[in-house]
């Protein structure tokens, strides 16, 4: 049997920055074990090229939340990562840290070393700020963040319009502040994604204290008493087992980790006992508490032949935007999910915006679906902190089943009225002069929509999950934490969950960042617990 100090499951955000950190020293032989294959798709590096992705099964778990009979009601698609890189192979690229006020919560809640100031040095440590250092950015680290090189009109009208209807400007939203509108920064460098795989793993793959195992699905924990020791997991049909010496490490993710807790004997009794699992350590909370943005797409038809359904749609723009791209990496094919948007308040009385704006350069009426034929344009309106919970649980005592995904979407009131208020709000937006001129017609949800009910209505046939679920194995010091504050499984030893799934609470943006962040500072926490 092969023996490593740390097992690593999962080569995500997480675990690709968890395998560079914990091997740096060279004390250690770290495994880092990933159920989907190496990062060769060539999609996966042109930016654009998510949207091949998304229903590639090849690097992608392709996840369907259940149909249930609450407000949504619906089966959305779940996209997560199942390749080297994880979500941050196949997501929109956009670095978003969150507000210094969701950290402040965490550490309200009772987690000691997760404040602001506490994790702030870990997304400086992470980052390789395009635009240099200063006392929120860091240069020296391993993940690019970019500014775009293509100011695309309609990104600077709809920045302008919000500005003159009396919001702020904000160049920087992971700077003092988050609130208002401005440019995103992406993941990308020299008009290429860069994911958590081409940050953390190109020196670690050169590295004789690291394996890498592609095309391994673990499918247990195997425990002595309640000391966590060896991982089983099944690799071209067949059973392997590999021990580790010190910890093993879930970095699966908001519905892998808590999947393979479960089917390791660590969650809900009641649960484990109906699937003839035989139950390790209870811990209630594995599973509970799934948390994801949840958003409202208000689409445009413009007047003006300047967006991916343009290119899309047309043979000539599209051997033109191909040709822009090898050329100078730049264009359409270079592009994350947005160029810009806005942090904005549903409510003035509110502390801190309530809701998250990208303009999509493109408009499909089904996520993944063609574009329309159309030139069109998709303002989204995110919902940064749902108050709205659900869950994860195995769906079988069958490893390679997925689990049951049930996120609840909408099912509590102020957050289907938020994201009405922010359709209204965007609309106001979008009628000013400078974003205006360039419209044909509000498609969807429509003008003549403005109703309570007629905006519910819509909601649930067209609300979109953002793909952020977070918050299943959440760190905590009550009944339902399921880590602690160094992220270690309680009830249990020589066992950590270092993804999103232990964020206590949401994040106010895009969760790709602060799971990078989470796996530095768990790097730091472990190293030092073996000094």
């Given at each position: 049997?092969?023996?490593?100090?740390?097992?690593?499951?999962?080569?995500?955000?997480?675990?690709?920055?968890?395998?560079?950190?914990?091997?740096?020293?060279?004390?250690?032989?770290?495994?880092?074990?990933?159920?989907?294959?190496?990062?060769?798709?060539?999609?996966?590096?042109v930016p654009i090229g998510y949207a091949k992705l998304f229903t590639n099964k090849n690097v992608?778990?392709?996840?369907?939340?259940?149909?249930?009979?609450?407000?949504?009601?619906?089966?959305?698609?779940?996209?997560?990562?199942?390749?080297?890189?994880?979500?941050?192979?196949?997501?929109?690229?956009?670095?978003?840290?969150?507000?210094?006020?969701?950290?402040?919560?965490?550490?309200?809640?009772?987690?000691?070393?997760?404040?602001?100031?506490?994790?702030?040095?870990?997304?400086?440590?992470?980052?390789?700020?395009?635009?240099?250092?200063?006392?929120?950015?860091?240069?020296?680290?391993?993940?690019?963040?970019?500014?775009?090189?293509?100011?695309?009109?309609?990104?600077?009208?709809?920045?302008?319009?919000?500005?003159?209807?009396?919001?702020?400007?904000?160049?920087?939203?992971?700077?003092?502040?988050?609130?208002?509108?401005?440019?995103?920064?992406?993941?990308?460098?020299?008009?290429?994604?860069?994911?958590?795989?081409?940050?953390?793993?190109?020196?670690?793959?050169?590295?004789?204290?690291?394996?890498?195992?592609?095309?391994?699905?673990?499918?247990?924990?195997?425990?002595?008493?309640?000391?966590?020791?060896?991982?089983?997991?099944?690799?071209?049909?067949?059973?392997?087992?590999?021990?580790?010496?010190?910890?093993?490490?879930?970095?699966?993710?908001?519905?892998?980790?808590?999947?393979?807790?479960?089917?390791?004997?660590?969650?809900?009794?009641?649960?484990?006992?109906?699937?003839?699992?035989?139950?390790?350590?209870?811990?209630?909370?594995?599973?509970?508490?799934?948390?994801?943005?949840?958003?409202?797409?208000?689409?445009?038809?413009?007047?003006?032949?300047?967006?991916?359904?343009?290119?899309?749609?047309?043979?000539?723009?599209?051997?033109?935007?191909?040709?822009?791209?090898?050329?100078?990496?730049?264009?359409?094919?270079?592009?994350?999910?947005?160029?810009?948007?806005?942090?904005?308040?549903?409510?003035?009385?509110?502390?801190?915006?309530?809701?998250?704006?990208?303009?999509?350069?493109?408009?499909?009426?089904?996520?993944?679906?063609?574009?329309?034929?159309?030139?069109?344009?998709?303002?989204?309106?995110?919902?940064?902190?749902?108050?709205?919970?659900?869950?994860?649980?195995?769906?079988?005592?069958?490893?390679?089943?997925?689990?049951?995904?049930?996120?609840?979407?909408?099912?509590?009131?102020?957050?289907?009225?938020?994201?009405?208020?922010?359709?209204?709000?965007?609309?106001?937006?979008?009628?000013?002069?400078?974003?205006?001129?360039?419209?044909?017609?509000?498609?969807?949800?429509?003008?003549?929509?403005?109703?309570?009910?007629?905006?519910?209505?819509?909601?649930?046939?067209?609300?979109?999950?953002?793909?952020h679920p977070v918050g299943t194995c959440k760190m905590g010091t009550d009944n339902m934490a399921?880590?602690?504050?160094?992220?270690?499984?309680?009830?249990?030893?020589?066992?950590?969950?270092?993804?999103?799934?232990?964020?206590?609470?949401?994040?106010?943006?895009?969760?790709?960042?602060?799971?990078?962040?989470?796996?530095?500072?768990?790097?730091?926490?472990?190293?030092?617990?073996?000094?």
């Amino acid at each position: 049997m092969d023996e490593f100090d740390f097992i690593i499951v999962g080569a995500g955000s997480a675990g690709c920055t968890l395998a560079s950190r914990l091997s740096e020293n060279g004390k250690y032989n770290i495994c880092l074990m990933e159920a989907g294959g190496k990062d060769t798709n060539p999609w996966i590096h042109v930016p654009i090229g998510y949207a091949k992705l998304f229903t590639n099964k090849n690097v992608n778990w392709l996840y369907q939340t259940k149909n249930d009979d609450g407000w949504v009601r619906r089966s959305m698609a779940a996209p997560r990562g199942k390749v080297l890189g994880g979500s941050s192979s196949i997501n929109g690229m956009i670095y978003i840290r969150g507000q210094k006020e969701d950290y402040n919560h965490w550490r309200q809640l009772g987690n000691t070393g997760w404040s602001y100031d506490d994790i702030l040095p870990y997304f400086k440590k992470a980052e390789i700020q395009e635009r240099g250092e200063n006392e929120f950015h860091g240069t020296s680290g391993n993940l690019h963040v970019s500014d775009h090189k293509d100011n695309h009109p309609l990104a600077k009208a709809y920045v302008d319009a919000a500005v003159e209807e009396g919001f702020k400007a904000n160049n920087d939203f992971n700077g003092e502040t988050q609130e208002g509108f401005g440019p995103y920064q992406w993941t990308t460098y020299k008009g290429r994604r860069w994911s958590a795989a081409k940050a953390y793993l190109s020196d670690v793959k050169k590295k004789k204290n690291v394996t890498i195992i592609t095309g391994a699905h673990a499918t247990k924990i195997i425990f002595d008493q309640k000391v966590a020791k060896q991982i089983e997991y099944i690799k071209d049909g067949k059973t392997n087992v590999i021990q580790a010496n010190k910890e093993i490490i879930l970095s699966l993710g908001a519905f892998n980790s808590p999947q393979l807790l479960q089917l390791s004997g660590i969650g809900p009794k009641k649960l484990l006992d109906s699937y003839g699992v035989e139950t390790v350590h209870e811990l209630k909370g594995v599973g509970e508490n799934l948390q994801d943005h949840i958003n409202a797409p208000v689409i445009f038809q413009l007047n003006k032949p300047f967006t991916v359904n343009d290119v899309y749609n047309n043979f000539f723009r599209r051997i033109g935007s191909g040709l822009e791209y090898i050329l100078k990496r730049k264009g359409m094919l270079s592009m994350g999910v947005a160029y810009a948007g806005g942090f904005f308040k549903t409510n003035e009385t509110f502390e801190t915006p309530d809701i998250q704006s990208l303009v999509l350069m493109f408009s499909t009426t089904a996520i993944g679906g063609a574009p329309h034929k159309y030139p069109g344009v998709t303002v989204v309106c995110t919902l940064l902190r749902p108050e709205s919970r659900g869950y994860v649980k195995i769906s079988s005592p069958d490893p390679l089943s997925p689990p049951e995904i049930a996120p609840n979407y909408l099912s509590v009131e102020s957050d289907r009225q938020k994201l009405m208020d922010a359709i209204r709000i965007v609309r106001r937006i979008c009628e000013n002069r400078n974003f205006s001129k360039y419209v044909v017609q509000e498609k969807y949800p429509g003008i003549d929509k403005d109703s309570d009910d007629q905006l519910l209505d819509y909601l649930k046939d067209m609300s979109r999950t953002s793909y952020h679920p977070v918050g299943t194995c959440k760190m905590g010091t009550d009944n339902m934490a399921v880590v602690d504050n160094e992220l270690k499984v309680n009830g249990v030893r020589s066992l950590r969950v270092v993804d999103a799934s232990i964020m206590p609470t949401l994040v106010s943006g895009n969760t790709n960042a602060p799971t990078i962040m989470i796996a530095e500072k768990a790097s730091d926490m472990i190293l030092s617990s073996y000094k």
